[in-house]
T-cell receptor, first 115, second 112 residues
Framework: KAGVTQTPRYLIKTRGQQVTLSCSPISGHRSVSWYQQTPGQGLQFLFEYFSETQRNKGNFPGRFSGRQFSNSRSEMNVSTLELGDSALYLC??????????????FGQGTRLTVV | GESVGLHLPTLSVQEGDNSIINCAYSNSASDYFIWYKQESGKGPQFIIDIRSNMDKRQGQRVTVLLNKTVKHLSLQIAATQPGDSAVYFCAETDNQGGKLIFGQGTELSVKP
């Protein structure tokens, strides 16, 4: 069974540009969450999607957005990039049963560097 | 505000010894807890989970203990091996929209 796949693995962008990251969840998983990981802030929740609907959103500016497709694949977009957006962006997928979360499995992440 | 904190940022143990990593959480509504292991250059790897209706759960060489009275979570690793060296995170959720709140992490170093 394939794990969570994130593409690309590495990305270098210039300030002011925008970027789109992709996440393919484990087959059968309909919940996809995104996290930002930095040395200073640790792992911070960005947003979560389930059945193409955003169910929850973290405390990030509106420059951070996402969406989920009917096949559960998800993308996140960051517009007008800032140097502080440099981070490891992680995607996690989980299978909800009875309304309860089950274990969330993470991908390898996308390392974004803004210069 | 919400927070999940770890008491020890670094832990160094001898190979073969048992390791205990601690975590404190503040959200009383949290009812599901997960421990993750993250190695350099990789995403967090699921180790073990526990729901709030339990106080102990065992896996292969790992045990998670949950004390809801004092909002404390711990991960015990038996017979620690060099391959266990990594950063360990605890995470909590109250099942509101799939949001996990992570602790700051503890770096475990295993000396051969």
């Amino acid at each position: 069974k394939a794990g969570v796949t994130q593409t690309p693995r590495y990305l270098i962008k210039t300030r002011g540009q925008q970027v789109t990251l992709s996440c393919s969840p484990i087959s059968g998983h309909r919940s996809v969450s995104w996290y930002q990981q930095t040395p200073g802030q640790g792992l911070q929740f960005l947003f979560e999607y389930f059945s193409e609907t955003q169910r929850n959103k973290g405390n990030f500016p509106g420059r951070f957005s996402g969406r989920q497709f009917s096949n559960s694949r998800s993308e996140m977009n960051v517009s007008t990039l800032e140097l502080g957006d440099s981070a490891l962006y992680l995607c996690a997928s989980s299978f909800l049963t009875g309304g309860l979360n089950t274990e969330a499995f993470f991908g390898q992440g996308t390392r974004l560097t803004v210069v | 505000g919400e927070s999940v904190g770890l008491h020890l940022p670094t832990l160094s143990v001898q190979e073969g010894d048992n390791s205990i990593i601690n975590c404190a959480y503040s959200n009383s509504a949290s009812d599901y807890f997960i421990w993750y292991k993250q190695e350099s250059g990789k995403g967090p790897q699921f180790i073990i989970d526990i729901r709030s209706n339990m106080d102990k759960r065992q896996g292969q060489r790992v045990t998670v203990l949950l004390n809801k009275t004092v909002k404390h979570l711990s991960l015990q690793i038996a017979a620690t091996q060099p391959g266990d060296s990594a950063v360990y995170f605890c995470a909590e959720t109250d099942n509101q929209g799939g949001k996990l709140i992570f602790g700051q992490g503890t770096e475990l170093s295993v000396k051969p």
